[in-house]
């Protein structure tokens, strides 16, 4: 089964303004992909060409495996799952439950700011969604 989730367009502001406040907290961030569980493209804000479909399908099932190990080695839930290259890092977080949050950031970034921005971002968007 396909999950295909559209905002409003407040809604849609308002995420995008969360956003817009995790590149200004943590100006490495250079994009952040809203995806549904499953995979399928929710919205992007993202500073530079990105393949952002792939991007969202591949993340949330790196989630969902991360996820899946937490539970397997009886470690509770998966809280994020950080992916740590040459050129940059990804982090993705779950936005509810039927959400994830992909954030870009450059290999230059702080991981304790991005997570922080990521975080408070993914519990703002949560919190509003779960008000609608």
């Not at 493209?41 to 190990?69: F, H, N, Q, W, Y």
């Not at 890092?89 to 702080?110: A, P």
Request: hydrophobic letters at 40%; charged letters at 25%.
């Amino acid at each position: 089964m396909t999950t295909k989730i559209k905002f409003s367009d407040s809604a849609k502001s308002f995420i995008e303004e969360k956003i817009n406040d995790m590149f200004d907290v943590c100006g490495d961030i250079y994009g952040a992909v809203i995806s549904s569980v499953d995979g399928h493209l929710v919205l992007d804000v993202v500073k530079r060409e990105l393949p952002v479909k792939k991007i969202s399908a591949m993340t949330s099932s790196l989630m969902a495996l991360g996820e899946t190990v937490s539970k397997e080695s009886d470690q509770g839930n998966c809280e994020y799952v950080s992916v740590i290259n040459e050129n940059g890092r990804v982090m993705v977080l779950r936005v509810g439950d039927s959400l994830t949050l992909t954030t870009l950031s450059t290999q230059d970034s702080n991981l304790g700011m991005v997570l922080s921005a990521s975080t408070k971002a993914t519990a703002d968007i949560a919190e509003a969604l779960q008000q609608n």
